[in-house]
């Protein structure tokens, strides 16, 4: 029989994600001192939705009448802390960012005197929680690994019924940790992981210029024919968002290789070969966060003249940043804040930031990107949306998590970043919607080539296309193991009640 738990909650507030996209009331508990205590909220009479910092755009934080939980009060980091593996590993709590981790791997190298470490897999901007990331599944900019889940070691969660598990990865796979990776909360309230870290190690990096995009993709497809035997270390690419032939006809690439470290101490030639990035953690991460935030707002105009300008000023400071060496670190620490921004004006109309990430394979990524051109283009023509930035990366696949967005070979993703109008933003649920419409021709088309799409970042897609990307037998499988782990759905969100109910 569940608890009556009226006593440790406050009265009921508005929460929304940090796109500001939805928001949900929802109650918010006392202040949550320990495990423990968060055990007592769970075996309470109450759903509950925990959350990290919030970035999600798909509902993953919000549900009406759900106890909201902030996970921020797990922050543990401890490094080599798990006595069951030998190999280099961190023990990190779910609340902890990617830069706090950071940060620690940093002291600790400082302090011991050893080779700097370095998560194996992570996500490209420090300003995530490590709970949220495992939730979503994230990737990075490492064309050599798959997503994060490669990198688990374990996973300590927290079950319905109050009571802690500890699930280790085995040859023969671990069906909770399966879905709970990759599962948006489904499941079981992450706790902590263990994550396999390496030696950090110095990037030579390397900026191209301007290149249409077949010879773009060419590229990409020759690196990953022969992914673990490449060079390259390290891969991002801006492709360009003009207008007419100047919307995704050309890139703009990042790559990396290791460079040697014969050297005492490789952290003093990065600082003396590359003095933007010196022995210490940036805070500005490739890309500079104000010269960035400048430009981004005044393409807010959508104008014509904004749009260039704005394409302008990112191959420029993609050229200022890629001029030499830099660590490993400060090559994951690209600042998102500047899309961390609330709904706006553009004339009379109300505008707000959204995302996408559709993964195909390298074979059909330039047939990916034209078909996604001719949408794009259509639907700015008629002002239901304004492409921001598209940017890609490449990756290797994911066979750990019933929910992988990469089962089959190796992928590119591809990431657009636009504006739409709130009126339609907010009303994507609704049949005849035009910006919903859009979306759902991009993963249609991702489909047709093979490939799938990154749910996180908004509920666009119909529960028929979530089965069909994913897999059928795949989502079944996760909607009995969650009834199984979960009969009464104390772990929910808007993301679990539409595409896992």
């Known amino acids: 029989m569940a608890t009556d738990i009226r006593g440790l909650l406050q009265e009921s507030v508005d929460v929304t994600d940090n796109g ?76 902890a960012t990617w830069d706090r981790l950071h940060r620690k791997l940093h002291q600790y190298g400082k302090v011991t005197g050893n080779r700097h470490l ?26 050599r690994h798959g997503p994060l889940s490669e990198s688990v070691l374990s996973l300590k969660v927290l079950k319905a019924d109050g009571t802690p598990e500890d699930l280790v990865r ?55 024919d022969e992914p673990h035997q490449t060079a390259v270390l390290h891969h991002y690419a801006w492709l360009s968002c003009g207008e007419g032939d100047d919307l995704l006809t050309k890139a703009v690439s990042v790559e990396s290789v290791k460079l040697d470290d014969d050297v005492p101490d490789p952290h003093d030639r ?19 966060d104000d010269m960035l935030s400048a430009i981004y707002h005044r393409y807010r105009q959508l104008t014509p003249s904004a749009i260039g300008a704005r394409w302008a000023g990112l191959v420029a400071q993609i050229r200022l940043a890629s001029q030499g060496p830099m660590r490993q670190l400060n090559a994951m620490r690209s600042p998102v804040r500047f899309t961390q921004s609330p709904p706006y004006l553009v004339g009379s109309e109300t505008w707000v930031d959204l995302m ?48 992988s967005y990469a089962r089959e070979g190796t992928r590119c993703s591809v990431v657009i970043n636009f504006s739409a109008p709130l009126a339609l933003a907010r009303r994507f649920e609704e ?12 993963i249609d088309l991702a489909y047709g080539f093979g490939g799938s799409f990154y749910p996180c970042y908004g509920r666009f897609a119909t529960p028929e296309q979530f089965k069909r990307a994913f897999g059928e037998g795949h989502v079944q499988s996760a909607i009995d193991l969650r009834a199984q782990m979960d009969p009464h759905k104390k772990f929910t969100n808007k993301f679990l009640d539409f595409y896992l109910p």
């Open 356 to 403: 996408q990430e559709y993964f195909v394979p390298p074979t059909h990524l330039q047939s990916f990107i034209q078909g996604a051109k001719a949408l794009i283009e259509a639907a700015q023509n008629d002002k239901t949306l304004k492409l921001l930035t598209c940017t890609a990366r490449a990756l290797q696949a994911d066979t750990t998590t019933l929910l």
């Open 270 to 288: 990065v600082k003396r070969l590359h003095p933007m990035y010196d022995d210490d953690l940036s805070d500005e991460g490739l890309l500079d």
């Open 170 to 224: 085995d040859p023969h796979g671990s069906p909770l940790m399966a879905m709970i990776l990759g599962g948006y909360g489904a499941g079981g309230l992450i706790l902590s992981a263990t994550l396999k870290l390496k030696p950090e190690c110095i990037l030579d990096l390397e900026y191209s210029k301007p290149i249409p995009i077949k010879n773009y993709c060419r590229r990409v497809k020759e690196f990953m």
């Open 20 to 95: 500001h996209l939805e928001t949900s009331p929802m109650t918010l508990p006392k202040v949550i001192a320990s495990v423990a205590r968060l055990a007592e909220l769970v075996k309470g009479d109450r759903t509950i939705t925990a959350h990290g910092q919030r970035h999600s755009q798909g509902g993953q934080s919000l549900r009406d009448d759900a106890v909201a939980v902030d996970l921020d009060l797990l922050q543990g980091v401890a490094i080599n802390g798990d006595a069951r593996y030998s190999e280099p590993h961190v023990v990190v709590d779910a609340g």
């Open 118 to 143: 370095a998560p194996v897999t992570h996500q490209s901007s420090p300003y995530f929680s490590i709970g949220g990331s495992l939730a979503v599944n994230c990737h990075g900019r490492d064309p």
């Open 431 to 442: 049949d005849g919607n035009k910006l919903t419409g859009v979306m759902r021709d991009l």
